[in-house]
């Protein structure tokens, strides 16, 4: 996300939750705002330390609130049995990143559907609240920071349902598109058409501002229009990727697999016969012929030296290989999510219980290469 590094500040409901470094900006920005624009015009005669204790409760809350956007999708996608990687925030907001699409236009829609409800069902709740409070004769600086975020959810709500992909109602535009059409590829197309043309509007919209307004107060929608169209372009190239992808078993692309390390095997002997002068960084493990694991340079150098010789290969190799075996028939768009840098890089295709080959990041690369080629 914008090339800046996150911060995972911990899991919540089970789901890492990070901040890009971006978000900092924004959040700082939004508490100044409110506790020396905002706040003092709504409410006059505080102190400046009411102010600011009001600025920053309400971004903190505004941010809970896109949380609670986010954790929508997620629950929504976990229960239709698609895993989330984590959910951020960044600087425009807020993403939760599935590890994979969904399979289904059903699913998809009640998915991205999920988001912006919780935001205006979060928005009449409020709204609610700041009456109860407003005819209970609660303070003023409370009634005035609840009604600023019932206007920030029903803004988020009503943002995120905008239908041009990839927003929340782009998706359900595409999910829409796709059940009619059968075909997912057309529906992100016109989906992604519909995101690039309501990402001009935003940024027709902020020019036309300060053409006939003189004001600079619609700046941001045209950071954000110019925002919405990129990732609608890039959206779409990838969904053509993807399609590709889906089309092609694993078993076409996959490399014949390296050099197997027996499982009791030392570091020492693993490393002067395999790591040094072998192509790889990584090796399956097997035991009595089947792949039992799989040993990273990476995890040997996580043990001392003089270790080496008494530590045998299956006391530092990865055991656990649910997310790693796959079988021929598999198709490559489904192994994508696993092969990120960020993931293990490698999936093990197995055949019979035997490993049949293995494929990494570089296999698909040469795949989209060739796929490439061939349609030019
Ligand atoms: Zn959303």
Redo the contacts with the bound molecule.
Sequence with gaps: MSGLPSIRIGRVFGIPVEINVSWFLIFLLVAVTLTTGYFPQQLEGRSMLTYAVMGLVTTLAFFASILL??F??SFVARAGGIRISKVTLFIF????QMEEEPHRPGLEFVM?S???GT?LLLAAVLYLAGEALFALHAPPSLVVVIDYLVVINLSVGVF?LLPGFP??GGRMLRAILWRMSGDLLKATRWASRMGQFIGMGLIAVAVLGVLLFQTFDLIWFAVMGWFISGLATTAYQQQVVRSRLADVPVARIMSSPPMLVPAELTLEEMAHSYFLGGRHTRYPVITDGTVTGLVDIKAAQGVPREKWPYTAVSEVARTDLSELLVTLETTVDLILPRLDPSQVGVVLVVDDGRLAGIVTRADVIRLIRETDGDAT
């Design positions: 956007h986010e929508a999708h907001g807020g993403v939760a991205a999920a988001g912006p935001s995120n927003l929340d």
